[in-house]
Each structure stands twice: as C-alpha cells, then as structure tokens.
C-alpha cells in the first residue's frame, strides 16, 4: 500500500519531454543570427520521422509561424547528467545564440497500405550512431540495482492480465460461504470441482447401501438366503457389496432385476423413494454446476487484448490519456462498456492515511462513448480537464508519482443467449497502467487499412506509438496559459479598436 505514495522529489530534469538550455549570458546580435542560421541547416537534415522510443535530446532551430509551446514548472529545466557512465558521450555543444524550442516530430503516423506490405512503420526510420550509443547508456542506468531494486518492490493491484494482487484472511464467519453454495462450487478449481462432483455420488451410494444392509439384516433376509419360503423384504441381498449394487442401481435406475425391494416391508418402499428423490436433487445441482462451470465466459476475455502502454498527447488542442482495447474474434461483444479506476494512496489534511484510494476516470460516460461497438480495434480516450486527477500533472511529476490506472472492460458474450432479451453470461476483462507504462507525448499508429473492398485490422501494429509534440506542462497550465492568451488578446484588441475610432467631430 505504501508503493502508491508519491515518490520523494528527485533529479527527474532528464524525463523532461523537451529540454531547454540553460540561461546564458547576452551575446551580440550577429552570434545570434549565425546561431539560428546553423539550428535552422541542422533542423532541414533531420527530416526522417522519429524512432518509436526515447532518444537523446535534440534541439532545433524556430520556425516562423510555429506556436511557442509552455513550459512546466520545473520540467524545462537544465538537463543533467549524473548517474551516467563515465565512457557516455557528453551532450553537444549548442550554439550560444541558437534559441530552443520544442522538438517537432510528425503529427501524423505512416497509414498503412497493401501495396506497402505489412512491415513497421518504424523500421524505416535508421537511427544515428550518436542516438544508438546514448540509448544503450539509458538502458544501462535503466539497468542498475538501484532502479531495479525499485522495480522488484513494486507491487501492482491488479496484473496485465486481470488477476487482482488481493488476498483475503483471517475470516471468522465462513459458513457464510456455505449459505451461496452454487456460488461455492462453481468458484472452485477444477480438481476440487470434480473430486466434490464424485464425492456427493459415492457417499450418497455408500449411505443408501448400508441402509439397505442394516434393513436385510435386521429382518433376517442374509440368514434365509435360499429359502423359498421366507418373504423377503429386500431379495438377492447377502452381503455390504449386494446393499451397494442395489443402492447404485435404484439411484441411477440401471434395473438389472436380480437385487430389488419387495412389498413385503414398508421401510423399504420409503427408502427407496428417499434415494430417488435424493439422487434427483444431486443430479439437478451437480449437472447445473458442471454446465456452469464448463460454459463460463471467464476465458473469453483472453481475446480481448489491451494495448501494452498509455500514452498522453494532445487530441482538439486538449491533453488526453489514450489506449487502445481490441477484440481478437468475429463474433462480437453485446453491449460492450468501459471503464476506469485510478488507484492511489493519499493523506488527508488531518493526517489519516487512505491505502489504495479508487477514484473514477470519465471515459465518456455522460455523453456514450464508453459503450463501445468493439468491431476494430478503438482508442480509448480521457480528456483530462480539471474534473480529472491528472489535472495537475505534468511529465515531470508523472516520473515521481506512483498510481496505477485499472481498466475495466465487460459485455455480453454474443454466444451464450438471445441478443434481444439481453439475456447472456456477462463477461469482463481487466488490466492495469503504471506510472511507468505510460509514455507522454506519444500517439498510437493506425492498424487499418482498405483491402479488396473491406477494412483490413492488422495486428501487428497494434502496440506500435509513434512520437508527437506535445507541452510538457500540466493540462491546468495550458489552461492558464490559454486563459492569459485571450486576455491579453481581447485587451489588444479593444486598444487597437479605441487608436483607429475616428476622431469625434465637435458640434455646431
């Protein structure tokens, strides 16, 4: 529980999505021109698209007309170094003038195409010697025992896969299980399911056959074996094993007619109709357990796969929080929903501490988007707007927070009942984001394409990002920023309206 409180504020400069240079003394203007003259040449060469992972920091030149995007508190910052190994290649010198400014990366990913074929977008992109050897020196701090250390203690809630980390003890009042005991069975594995499966057959089996023995015995029918005189209440029984024959037989109607009750004692007709109601009774619970048990659409949700990593980028000049949910099969979910759930621990203003906190992320709830017609694959988006818990967020405190985001996808197995009733096994599928699977200012590449008259899904490139300017600042800032940008346009506006108003002209 203490894994999801905010880290402790470290060097995190470096996870800055856009590096700024650090301030530097004023120089001649003619130093400046030649500055932006050699980032505007270095600017025009990089014009490959950018590789699908992090890479050293690169600066370009401005470009006229180009919007100036906001700093964050503290994530433009000086970019430092420690921690990296001593046969690393230092950073670049930059020019003194050169002004810096957000790197630029394509908006727009490579749609495929099948004349293209079916190969990555991004293996085309050849990345320099330079950034290679500055990757490899991030993996290798990515690699270290201490941040490794920090991985290992990491517990999640809930795994990529769906299974919640929660284990329940010290329960007093368990014969509250016993209450729901369909429930009971039907959660239990297999092995146990069937051993309790066989277990209710043989003793009910056993039970009848030494009842059927006590009677045989008690009325003398094992001593008058034999004579043809004697009125025998249960006939053909001489033994436990002849008791057990008949209750089998009498229990699953087999009806050999060698073993049988007779008339000729009371007890023995009401034994026989116990067992038969008995054995109706097991047979009703047992079958409805096993059919249940067999037709659960619990491994349904294996073909319902969740993209690896979030990504936050910006969508109508607003920042949101974006993956991408696909289903594997033809036939399709029935009423497919959507949501989310941010886990994280806080502190209260008078000191209580809350392990594990759920709050609701809006995925489009009031206006239907998080019912889904999950035929292709779907992005799924959160805008991030000051309803939202990421309000305050910014690349460099999404590097020093710890939460995890736990997604929530259910519907109706379209196989398992009528469609128009509604009526069907609800099936959910589950997965969670950490702080660390989610990549700020990345988008997701687009998997379809039209092939011989149909829309093709491919796959393959259903994990692949690819890299987006996007402001490293909080979406609150941007909004603040923004807000300042209109004020400070409407009050432009009206001085330039009152300085070309034509004088008033006085009066006769």
Request: hydrophobic residues 35%; aromatic residues 8%.
């Amino acid at each position: 529980m203490l894994a999801y409180l905010p880290r402790p504020p470290t060097d995190t400069s470096r996870y800055g999505t856009f590096p700024q240079k650090p301030d530097l003394p004023a120089v001649p203007g003619a130093l400046v021109e030649d500055g932006g003259q050699q980032a505007a040449a270095t600017t025009a060469k990089r014009g490959t698209g950018m590789p699908n992972y992090p890479s050293a920091p690169r600066h370009s030149s401005f470009v006229p007309g180009e919007p100036s995007l906001p700093p964050s508190r503290g994530s433009l910052t000086t970019q430092h170094h420690r921690g990296r190994p001593s046969w690393c290649p230092p950073p670049a010198p930059q020019e003194a003038g050169a002004r810096l400014y957000p790197l630029h990366a394509l908006s727009v990913a490579n749609i495929p195409n099948s004349s293209r074929g079916r190969t990555s977008a991004r293996s085309s992109t050849i990345p320099t010697p330079e950034g290679l050897q500055g990757r490899r020196c991030k993996l290798l701090e990515e690699d270290s025992p201490t941040v490794q250390a920090g991985k290992r203690q990491r517990q999640r809630y809930v795994t990529k896969v769906g299974k919640c980390q929660v284990n329940l003890g010290n329960i007093q009042d368990k014969k509250r299980f016993l209450s729901d005991i369909f429930t009971t069975i039907v959660d239990l594995k297999y092995r146990w399911f069937l051993f309790v499966f066989m277990m209710c057959y043989i003793i009910t089996w056993v039970v009848f056959g030494f009842i059927y023995f006590l009677d045989a015995w008690l009325r003398g029918d094992i001593g008058h074996q034999g004579d043809p005189e004697w009125q025998a209440c249960i006939e053909n029984v001489d033994g436990f094993v002849s008791a057990l024959l008949l209750s089998v037989e009498s229990q699953r109607t087999i009806g050999y007619g060698t073993r049988m009750v007779t008339a000729n004692c009371a007890e023995g007709v009401i034994l026989l109709i116990a067992q038969s109601i008995v054995g109706s009774m097991i047979d009703a619970m047992m079958v409805g357990c096993m059919f249940v048990k067999i037709s659960r659409p619990k491994k349904r949700a294996q073909t319902l796969i969740f993209s690896k990593n979030c990504v936050i980028s910006c969508r109508d000049e607003k920042l949101c929080l974006m993956f991408r949910v696909g289903d594997l099969r033809e036939s399709h979910m029935v009423d497919a929903k959507i949501r989310a759930k941010l886990i994280k621990s806080r502190q209260t203003a008078e000191g209580e501490f809350i392990p594990l906190e759920q709050s609701e992320l809006n995925l489009g709830y009031d206006t239907g988007e998080d019912r889904l017609f999950l035929v292709e694959p779907q992005i799924i988006c959160h805008v991030i707007n000051c309803r939202s818990p990421f309000w305050d967020m910014s690349a460099e405190s999404l590097r020093r927070d710890q939460f995890e985001i736990i997604i929530i996808l259910e519907g109706i197995v379209e196989a398992t009942g009528n469609h128009c009733l509604a009526t069907g096994m609800t099936c959910q599928a589950r997965t969670s984001y950490t702080e660390d699977e989610i990549l700020w200012g990345y988008r997701f590449e687009p998997c379809m394409s039209l092939e011989k008259g149909a829309f093709q899904v491919d796959y393959s490139r259903f994990e692949m990002t690819f890299e987006v300017q996007t402001p490293a600042a909080s979406a609150k800032e941007l909004h603040e920023l923004k807000e300042l940008e209109q004020q400070e346009h409407s009050t432009l506006s009206l001085y330039w309206d009152h300085l070309l108003q034509p004088c008033a002209l006085p009066g006769p």
